[in-house]
């Protein structure tokens, strides 16, 4: 079982129809997958990730679980506009099991929030 249940996680926090969700440090893509899937065909996912390999893999899952509303996304969250979003974009960010490896915090918390909307919400696991 992946660490912090992000099924559970997911339906929790609640997504709607349409939504759109940046994944910040996707890993191998269990929130990517389940957030996807939430938000349904209207809605979009950014999987971003900085290690090739586990973007590879979270194209193969997405594939598999034929989910074509997730764009990964290979990138460096410690950098200024690394995610390359657009600004205040996405209504949810979620940053997963991912903030203890992170350097910069306050760049990666920075970005988390630039491409967040007014209303957007993060959630920090």
């Known amino acids: 079982m992946p660490f912090a249940h992000p099924k559970k996680n997911i339906a929790e926090l609640g997504l709607k129809d349409g939504q759109h969700v940046a994944d910040f440090g996707a890993g191998p893509g269990h929130y990517a997958i389940e957030a996807a899937k939430a938000v349904g065909e209207d809605g979009h996912v950014y999987a971003i990730e900085i290690q090739k390999e ?4 979270v194209e193969s899952r997405a594939e598999s679980a034929d989910l074509d509303n997730i764009n990964v996304i290979w ?17 949810v960010v979620i940053a997963s099991n991912v ?5 910069d915090k306050e760049q ?11 209303d957007g919400r993060l959630l920090l696991v």
Do not use: W
């Open 75 to 91: 990138a460096d969250l410690e950098k200024p506009e690394g995610s390359t979003l657009k600004d205040e974009l996405v209504d």
């Open 54 to 57: 586990l973007v590879s893999k």
């Open 99 to 103: 903030l203890f490896q992170v350097k």
């Open 108 to 118: 990666f918390l920075s970005e988390a929030y630039r491409v967040l909307k007014d």
